[in-house]
């Protein structure tokens, strides 16, 4: 018998060696299926973990010897020195300088504006001195965020990540946790658990 499972759940059984079916509605209406293995087991894959980033002060030197103007430089062309009235020079020295010492929330604030100015991962890492690895883990939500507003704003108040919806929902499956939403409309829920959109709030319904 075959029971719907969270993605979680589901990759657990994956790890374990168990088949895991993949089932989803194309935009006609039809349903397909696929085990996970076959979805996953494909040369054209390429897996990208997101990892504490480690700070190189030798970097970091070398870009902020980059991005600064050299002193003898500017003491041999005499009027060449920036003008005090640039806080965009200012912030980008300031970013460079010290990424390491900036939290995540602040990284993004830097990492967003320059997206929407179409620069690549690399090259905000280039310019800003923050670890690519960072950059990386950063930039896909905000990715996501500005290419579907609409998406990420409902995925933001629908969260359900901790289950709190399915304790009081009607199609909540007491036996082994899951959902029996399919068993009780006839159709498939079309979201994830964590940010279910089906949910109703009621006794348990039985099968009939």
Avoid at 21 to 39: Q, R
Avoid at 111 to 127: D, F, H, M
Wanted: with cysteine; proline share 6%.
């Amino acid at each position: 018998m075959l029971v719907e499972k969270n993605l979680k759940e589901a990759l657990e059984y994956y790890i374990k060696g168990k088949p895991v079916t993949a089932l989803w509605m194309g935009e006609d209406g039809s349903m397909n299926a696929m085990l996970l293995s076959d979805i996953l087991d494909q040369p054209e894959n390429h897996f990208l973990v997101d990892v504490p980033a480690v700070v190189n002060p030798d970097f970091e030197q070398a870009v902020q010897d980059m991005v600064e103007p050299d002193q003898n430089e500017n003491d041999d062309e005499g009027d060449e020195q920036l003008p005090p009235d640039q806080p965009e020079k200012k912030l980008e020295k300031e970013t460079v300088a010290a990424p390491g010492k900036m939290s995540r929330e602040e990284k993004s604030k830097i990492i967003r504006p320059l997206i929407k100015k179409g620069l690549k991962n690399k090259e905000i890492a280039e310019c800003t001195g923050i670890p690519l690895g960072t950059v990386n883990g950063l930039s896909g939500p905000i990715r996501k965020e500005l290419k579907n507003p609409v998406k990420a704003e409902m995925i933001k108040s629908g969260d359900n990540s901790d289950r709190h919806k399915c304790r009081t929902c009607q199609y909540r499956h007491s036996d082994v946790g899951g959902c029996d939403y399919c068993i009780h409309t006839g159709r498939e829920r079309g979201c994830e658990v964590e940010v279910c959109d089906k949910a109703v709030v009621g006794e348990r319904l039985t099968k009939k």
